[in-house]
C-alpha cells in the first residue's frame, strides 16, 4: 500500500493544453472560451480580445431586490469617511439609492480606488455552470456568483443591483484556483467570487466574506467503469484541481471513515480538461466541489457513493488583508443571506 503522505498530485498536460504560466502571463490549461482575453487582464462588462468587436454587457438573469440595512452601511460610510474613503449605499438597494459619504480619499483606500476608477475588478470562473461561466456565444458572463458581483458593486457604488449592471460596474476576470490569490495581493482584483473555500490558512493571507454557500465534495465516475465503492479508488487515478483543498479532503475522508484505499492523484489546470480526462479514460476518478460536478453530469457518469458526505466547502468572497473594502462586501453578503436573496439565486441557476 501506498503513503498517503507521498502521494502529492502531479501537475499533468493533456492534449493540446499547456500548463499554467506565472500570473502576469496568460493563463493556458482550462479550455478557452473564444475570444476571452488572459486572466490577469479585467473586462469591462464581459470579455474581448484587442481588435475585436466590443462585447456586450452581461445582462443576465435578474430578481428580488436585497433589502439593504442602512443604518449599518451608513455606519460603514461614516467610518470610511473618516479615513477619506466614501462608502455607498449597499446591497441591491432600491432604485432610489443614493450616493452616501465622501469621494475623497486617504492613500492606500481600496474603496476610494475602486470609486475613482468607476468599476469593480472582480475574478470569477468560466467553466463552472451556475456559478461563473462564460458563454462564448453570447459573450457574456453568468451564473450566481456573477450576480452577487453585481450586488457588491451596488452597494459601492450607491446604486440599485439594476442599475449596477447597466451601467456596467463590473470588471469581470476569470481566475483559477493558481491565480486568484496572487491577483489580489497585486491589487488587479479587488474581489474574489470564485467558488473559493474559507479555510483557516487563507484567512491568513486574504479577508473573506461571511459563508454564501456550502457545498460537498464529490466523486465523478463513469458508469461503465463498474465502481461502487469508494474502496474500489485503491490504486485508481483520482483527477483533481491544482490549487483546491480536494486531495487533502479525500485523503482525510479515507482515514475517518477506515477506507482502505489508496489512489493516486493527478492535478490540473481546469474543470473542463479533468473531465475530457475522465471521458477518455485517462483517469478514473473526476473529484470536485458537488455543484462544481452538477455542470458536468450526463448520462454516461455517476457520483460514487453519494450518500457518503465529507469535505465541507464554505465559499466566501476574498479581499485584501486588512482592506476597508472588506466589512461592505461582508455587509453585503449578510443582507442578501437574510433577505432570501441569495437562496433565491441558488435555485434559479440550478444550485439545489
Request: glycine share 10%; hydrophobic share 40%; proline share 5%.
Amino acid at each position: 500500500m501506498k503513503n498517503l503522505a507521498n502521494t502529492a498530485p502531479r501537475a499533468v498536460e493533456a492534449r493540446g493544453h499547456e500548463l499554467e504560466r506565472p500570473i502576469a502571463a496568460p493563463v493556458q490549461g482550462s479550455i478557452p472560451a473564444v475570444g476571452v482575453r488572459p486572466a490577469a487582464v479585467p473586462v469591462r462588462g464581459s470579455v474581448a480580445a484587442a481588435g475585436e468587436r466590443p462585447v456586450a454587457p452581461h445582462r443576465g438573469r435578474t430578481s428580488a431586490f436585497c433589502p439593504t440595512r442602512r443604518s449599518l452601511l451608513r455606519g460603514l460610510a461614516a467610518s470610511a469617511a473618516l479615513m477619506g474613503a466614501g462608502v455607498l449605499a449597499g446591497c441591491g438597494a432600491g432604485s432610489g439609492a443614493t450616493q452616501q459619504g465622501s469621494t475623497s480619499a486617504a492613500p492606500g483606500s481600496k474603496l476610494a480606488a475602486i470609486q475613482a476608477r468607476g468599476q469593480l475588478n472582480a475574478g470569477v470562473k468560466k467553466d463552472v455552470p451556475g456559478y461563473g461561466y462564460y458563454d462564448p456565444a453570447a459573450r457574456t458572463y453568468e451564473g450566481m456568483e456573477i450576480d452577487l458581483c453585481y450586488q457588491v458593486a451596488a452597494s459601492i457604488f450607491g446604486v440599485s443591483y439594476e442599475e449596477a449592471r447597466e451601467r456596467e460596474l463590473v470588471a469581470f476576470t476569470d481566475v483559477t484556483p493558481k491565480t486568484r490569490g496572487p491577483l489580489i495581493d497585486n491589487d488587479q482584483l479587488d474581489i474574489v467570487c470564485a467558488t473559493y473555500t474559507i479555510t483557516p490558512e487563507r484567512r491568513e493571507s486574504w479577508d473573506f466574506s461571511s459563508a454564501y454557500r456550502t457545498d460537498y465534495v464529490g466523486l465523478m465516475v463513469k458508469k461503465r467503469s463498474g465502481f461502487k465503492r469508494i474502496a474500489d479508488l485503491d490504486g485508481r487515478i483520482i483527477g483533481v484541481s491544482q490549487g483546491a483543498t480536494t486531495q487533502g479532503l479525500i485523503e482525510q475522508m479515507l482515514k475517518d471513515e477506515g477506507i482502505d484505499a489508496t489512489p493516486e492523484f493527478l492535478a490540473f489546470s481546469g474543470y473542463p480538461i479533468i473531465k475530457s480526462s475522465l471521458d477518455a479514460g485517462n483517469i478514473d476518478c473526476f473529484a470536485m466541489d458537488r455543484s462544481t460536478l452538477a455542470g458536468y453530469m450526463n448520462e454516461t457518469v455517476e457520483l460514487l457513493e453519494p450518500e457518503v458526505k465529507f469535505g465541507e466547502q464554505q465559499y466566501g468572497i476574498a479581499t485584501k488583508k486588512g482592506s476597508d473594502l472588506s466589512a461592505v462586501v461582508d455587509q453585503t453578503v449578510l443582507d442578501c443571506a437574510a433577505s432570501g436573496w441569495l437562496d433565491e439565486k441558488i435555485k434559479e441557476w440550478g444550485l439545489v
